[in-house]
């Protein structure tokens, strides 16, 4: 007669082994969801005139626009510091430059311009 009766342990075993894999699937998803850069050709990024090189904005076009505001300074900017492009809550599913500028940007609390 075969034992039938599963353990305690073979149990949370399971279910660990269950709830594990969530997390893992969650960030594969996330992170191909935020693998996509936003072009400067889409049309909501022509709309607020996003560069990905707030170098080349132009000030009369811009005239927001100050030297030292970029991306990675912005209130909306959701990516990791130092890192070169990261997500922003204005275009989502996308990664913008962390160098990059548009319409909107907002100093983000505690940085500066530099
Ligand atoms: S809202 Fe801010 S972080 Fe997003 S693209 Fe514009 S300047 Fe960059």
């Given at each position: 007669?075969?034992d039938?009766?599963i353990s305690?342990?073979?149990l949370?075993q399971?279910a660990l082994?269950g709830l594990?894999a969530?997390p893992?699937?969650?960030?594969i998803?996330?992170?191909?969801?935020?693998a996509?850069s936003?072009?400067?050709?889409?049309?909501?990024?022509?709309?607020?005139a996003?560069?990905g090189?707030a170098?080349k904005?132009?000030?009369?076009?811009?005239p927001?626009?100050?030297?030292?505001?970029?991306?990675?300074?912005?209130?909306?900017?959701t990516?990791q510091a130092?890192?070169?492009?990261?997500p922003c809550n204005i275009?989502p599913g996308k990664?913008?430059?962390?160098?990059g500028w548009?319409?909107?940007?907002v100093?983000k609390?505690?940085?500066?311009?530099?």
């Amino acid at each position: 007669m075969i034992d039938e009766k599963i353990s305690r342990r073979q149990l949370l075993q399971g279910a660990l082994a269950g709830l594990a894999a969530v997390p893992a699937v969650t960030l594969i998803a996330h992170s191909a969801n935020a693998a996509e850069s936003l072009s400067e050709d889409d049309a909501t990024a022509k709309s607020l005139a996003y560069v990905g090189d707030a170098g080349k904005v132009d000030p009369k076009t811009n005239p927001t626009y100050k030297p030292g505001q970029h991306c990675a300074n912005c209130i909306q900017y959701t990516g990791q510091a130092g890192a070169a492009d990261g997500p922003c809550n204005i275009f989502p599913g996308k990664t913008v430059k962390a160098k990059g500028w548009c319409k909107v940007w907002v100093l983000k609390p505690g940085e500066e311009l530099g």
